[in-house]
């Protein structure tokens, strides 16, 4: 069964960082492009990032570039997501997701997701 | 950026009746190349990550009730709901995969009437 589990998530002052995991099972980790994608509370959802299989590549949403850094240790089967220079603006329950299509492609569906942690950004 | 936009932002419907959902996109997500339009339907329960139903504007992810269905073409999507379950209360999201940054729609949100 493929598992994507979230962690790191929490209450953080502006401008504070975080770094979120997803330990992932159940697949070939290292064959897939890996997503992060956020939902605001109450709110839509919102494609934050991905990375290459070999971590090689990575692309991000405007609002965080410079700020958030995905990564991945495929030895480890996880991704992860650095995030720095934290706003109000950036809570949100973050999603870890695989890239669906089965070649690589950062231009892909999301499946499947995993549970999702929240950040909190508040003084 | 991809604007995706999704209407109506709810619906009520009757128990074994059809839901209709669209979806509009700024631009058009038909790559000519392969003839293929790169957009997802996706639903959420309340308190649960989204779950993938349809890919490429109308496969069926596995799995999914063949009462879910995917058309439309280049800019205009429909999710269609042939005949409404109580455990299809959700709100339901598009995605289109042509262009970075990847985006959704804002939601429509599916009640029973």
């Known amino acids: 069964e493929v598992q994507l589990v979230e962690s790191g998530g929490g209450l953080v002052q502006p401008g504070g960082s975080l770094r979120l995991s997803c330990a992932t099972s159940?697949?070939?980790?290292?064959?897939?492009?890996m997503n992060w994608v956020r939902q605001a509370p109450g709110k839509g959802l919102e494609w934050v990032a991905n990375i290459k299989e070999d971590g090689s590549e990575k692309k991000y949403v405007d609002s965080v570039k410079g700020r958030f850094t995905i990564s991945r240790d495929n030895a480890r089967n996880s991704l992860y997501l650095q995030m720095n220079s934290l706003r109000a603006e950036d809570t949100a329950i973050y999603y870890c997701?695989?890239?669906?299509?089965?070649?690589?492609?950062?231009?892909?569906?999301?499946?499947?997701w995993g549970q999702g942690t929240l950040v909190s950004v508040s003084s | 950026d991809f604007v995706m936009t999704q209407s109506p932002d709810s619906l009520a419907v009757s128990l074994g009746e059809r839901a209709t959902i669209n979806c509009k996109s700024s631009?058009?997500?038909?790559?000519?190349?392969?003839?293929?339009?790169?957009l997802a339907w996706y639903q959420q329960k309340p308190g649960q990550p989204p779950k993938l139903l349809i890919y490429?504007?109308?496969t069926r992810e596995s799995g999914v009730p063949d009462r879910f269905s995917g058309s439309g073409s280049e800019t205009d999507f429909t999710l269609t709901i042939s005949s409404l379950q109580a455990e299809d209360v959700a709100v339901y999201y598009c995605?289109?995969?042509?262009?970075?940054?990847?985006?959704f729609g804002g939601g429509t949100k599916v009640e029973i009437k």
């Open positions: 997701a695989r890239g669906g299509r089965g070649e690589s492609t950062p231009y892909t569906w999301f499946d499947p």
């Open positions: 159940g697949f070939t980790f290292s064959s897939y492009w």
């Open positions: 631009q058009s997500v038909l790559y000519d190349s392969n003839n293929k339009n790169y």
């Open positions: 490429w504007a109308s």
């Open positions: 995605q289109q995969y042509y262009h970075i940054p990847l985006t």
